[in-house]
């Protein structure tokens, strides 16, 4: 029997110029997300990164004050790679990020000063395919962002903002979530697979934190196998999936 159609993931809408992408820390782009953003910036597509923190908590070995700057740089690297020159830093911190009204507020800001069409950002749900436990700040920025996509048009929210010469932008058309278990949507990342491959081997300090395996053998095998088995589901091209949620 025939895998039912309903399985298959439908292409990303194509009628939009500006997106943002709105994820806790460096590196949360790269592992999945990256060549996808490599195929919009080749078709002139102007994408933006905010980053909710600059991921100081994220090496054992390394005290936060260090960690935090030499992240920052390693994401910054890591963004040009893939066309994106505009990285931005909300300075929440790292690994105790909270979800509310400041969170919203802080994305909702980037949101107006961006105009996006289209926003992006990570896994929101408590687990990755209810096989792991997802972290509370994916959640907590996750979620804010979906929320802070509405708070942006509404004038009477933050009105703090506009104060701040921040007009409300109602223009947001969709928000995709990256490394979703419920995916709707793909893009083919034949093109951008070798720079995602690059973004993410610029997190170099990171990736040898993690790992004993060599940074390129570990960074190539873990973005192509994820590229091919989302391609099952997308005509058999390697693809970068997302959850689309219209509005």
């Known amino acids: 029997m025939t895998e039912p159609t309903s399985t298959q993931l439908q292409p990303m809408p194509g009628d939009w110029r500006r997106a943002l992408a709105v994820v806790a820390h460096p590196d949360d782009l790269e592992y999945g997300c990256s060549a996808a953003i490599a195929a919009w910036t080749d078709e002139g597509r102007e994408i933006a990164y905010v ?18 700057p030499l992240r920052e740089r390693e994401q910054r690297a890591s963004a040009a790679v893939v066309g994106v020159s505009e990285v931005e830093f909300l300075d929440h911190e790292d690994g105790v990020i909270e979800y509310g009204t400041a969170l919203r507020r802080d994305i909702a800001a980037a949101i107006r000063r961006h105009r996006p069409e289209l926003v992006i950002t990570l896994n929101h749900r408590d687990t990755w395919g209810g096989a792991a436990w997802n972290t509370p700040d994916h959640v907590a920025v996750g979620r804010a962002t979906l929320d802070a996509a509405g708070d942006a048009g509404n004038r009477w929210i933050f009105p703090e903002l506009v104060e701040q010469g921040l007009e409300p932008w109602d223009g947001v058309r969709w928000v995709a979530v990256a490394g979703s278990s419920t995916p709707t949507h793909a893009v083919d990342a034949t093109l951008g697979l070798e720079r995602a491959v690059r973004s993410l081997l610029e997190h170099r300090t990171y990736i040898e934190a993690l790992t004993d395996e060599d940074p390129e053998t570990y960074v190539r095998g873990f973005l192509t196998q994820h590229a091919e088995t989302t391609g099952e589901r997308f005509g058999g091209r390697p693809a970068v999936a997302f959850e689309l949620f219209g509005r």
């Open 51 to 68: 980053l909710a923190t600059r991921g100081e908590a994220g090496i054992d070995t390394l005290e936060p004050a260090r960690c935090g």
